[in-house]
């Protein structure tokens, strides 16, 4: 089995940085796209930004210009880099990857989420 790990989240001021990451750890597997999204209490869950396996990208107009996106295929790991934080972007941040087993189906997983909170 495949898990996905996020940390980095906590509670920073407005216009601080946070750098989240999630690492997928197992055996006998690779990943194609990976990403991450939000989900603040009372909304729905949001795409905030998605990475292929060749580091095309794309974001949600939120975030874009302020966040970035990437990933280490050797560590099967994501990072979001996130600066100029925004009080509305407080939210639990998922890790969301396309694990492709060497032998099986495909399986869209999911970390367990990180808290990110913005405020003075």
């Known amino acids: 089995q495949v898990q996905l790990v996020e940390s980095g989240g906590g509670l920073v001021q407005p216009g601080g940085s946070l750098r989240l990451s999630c690492a997928a750890s197992?055996?006998?597997?690779?990943?194609?796209?990976m990403g991450w999204h939000r989900q603040a209490p009372g909304k729905q869950r949001e795409l905030v930004a998605t990475?292929?396996?060749?580091?095309?990208?794309n974001y949600a107009d939120s975030v874009k210009g302020r966040f970035t996106i990437s990933r280490d295929n050797a560590k099967n790991t994501v990072y979001l880099q996130m600066n100029s934080l925004k009080p509305e972007d407080t939210a639990v941040y998922y890790c969301?990857?396309?694990?492709?087993?060497?032998?099986?189906?495909?399986?869209?997983?999911w970390g367990q989420g990180t808290q990110v909170t913005v405020s003075s």
């Open positions: 197992g055996r006998k597997f690779w990943v194609a796209d």
């Open positions: 969301n990857a396309d694990v492709r087993p060497w032998e099986g189906m495909p399986k869209d997983s």
């Open positions: 990475i292929t396996t060749s580091g095309r990208t």
